[in-house]
């Protein structure tokens, strides 16, 4: 695989700047540039159409909260309002009870986050006057917040992003639908099984979409994160040709053991790679790997989980991701042309 040294404020570069620009080394004698539009990510969906189906676009998401020292996942200067801005569309919310309320988890070790103030910002984001869009994977007591039970979608099916304009998608792992309103069919998406952190993915149905999951997090140590990289990016690739609108891809780039594989380690590498002292990151990889699609103009769409979505520096993830949405609805729109244009005149 060629070695990608992208950057996204160079000097030269201000951060005005309606470009990003990526430099990848993929020989001595070779530089490759690649220019993209920097959009605006806190409502990237809002350009799409609503008969999108959810199944068929990359979303970038994030994994749990805040657990320093020993579980933390996300910076605390990207709190929910800041990654909602930044892209992120997917959230894995891990809740216990501490002193009768709900606060997430990570693991067996606080997150200190209060799911209250979750939906607080959850609803604050919806009802933002920008109009913004995005899946959400949430657990338990949904009527007592803001919006009520008029902020989510709550049927167990893959539904079109029309659909869920200004929503949050129920994703559920727990219960047997006692006390909902059609109780397991009102639950929200809510898979046939989850195996624990098997290696080489499973796969469920919701109703007429077969989805393709992967969420192998109990890696030995860091020695295991070129693995991890390589199972995280074979969900991205699309399914057979036939079959696109009827699979759903999950999968997750985050992944932790302690004490030899923190998820800072795993997400972001340690020392310095690029000069053979340390290792790289999952993020960084595959960053490398979503470049390499758009620099050949490869098909991958996923939901994507991950830790620190915005570090190494410079790694992009999220507004690749975005960009290969971007690409997957050119590809649908050209699609659609060469379709009209071989109907039968009449």
């Given amino acids: 695989m060629s070695k990608a040294f992208p950057f996204r404020y160079n000097l030269s570069i201000p951060k005005d700047c309606p470009w990003r620009i990526y430099r990848d080394k993929p020989s001595k004698k070779r530089i490759d540039i690649l220019v993209l539009p920097k959009r605006k990510l806190d409502a990237f969906l809002s350009t799409l159409p609503d008969s999108t189906r959810l199944n068929s ?34 959230l894995d919310i891990r809740l216990a009870i501490q002193n009768g ?3 997430t988890f990570h693991g067996q070790f606080p997150e200190r986050t209060a799911f209250q103030s979750i939906l607080g910002d959850l609803h604050a984001f919806l009802t933002s006057p920008t109009p913004t869009e995005f899946s959400a994977l949430v657990h338990g007591e949904l009527e007592a917040g803001p919006g009520g039970f008029g902020m989510w979608f709550l049927e167990n099916r893959i539904p079109t992003l029309g659909e869920v304009r200004g929503k949050a998608i129920l994703f559920s792992r727990f219960g047997d639908g006692t006390g909902w309103n059609g109780g397991l069919e009102g639950m929200g ?14 796969t469920w149905t919701c109703k007429d979409v077969t989805v393709r999951t992967q969420d192998w997090y109990n890696i030995s140590s860091f020695l295991s994160i070129p693995e991890k990289t390589q199972v995280s990016e074979q969900l991205l690739l699309p399914p057979p040709v036939g079959t696109e609108q009827s699979v759903l891809s999950i ?30 990151g999952v993020n960084s990889r595959i960053s490398k790997f979503l470049l390499a699609a758009l620099k050949e103009d490869r098909v991958l769409r996923a939901w994507t989980l991950m830790d620190f979505y915005n570090k190494p520096i410079g790694s992009d993830v999220v507004p690749l991701l975005v960009e290969l949405t971007n690409l997957l609805q050119k590809a649908a729109h050209l699609a659609a042309r060469s379709s009209d244009r071989n109907l039968p005149s009449t």
Avoid at 189 to 202: L, M, N, V
């Fill in 251 to 280: 999968t997750y780039f985050s992944a932790a053991s302690i004490p030899l594989a923190t998820p800072s380690t795993v997400a972001t590498g340690f020392g310095w790679p690029r000069f053979g002292m340390g290792t790289e």
């Fill in 189 to 202: 998406i809510h898979p046939t099984t989850w195996p624990d952190s098997a290696k080489q993915g499973f």
């Fill in 57 to 90: 676009i990359c979303l970038p998401g994030k994994m749990a909260f805040y657990g320093w020292p020993i579980s933390q996942c996300q910076s605390e200067t990207t709190p929910l309002s800041v990654q909602l801005a930044d892209g992120i569309r997917v």
């Fill in 101 to 103: 309320r709900l606060v």
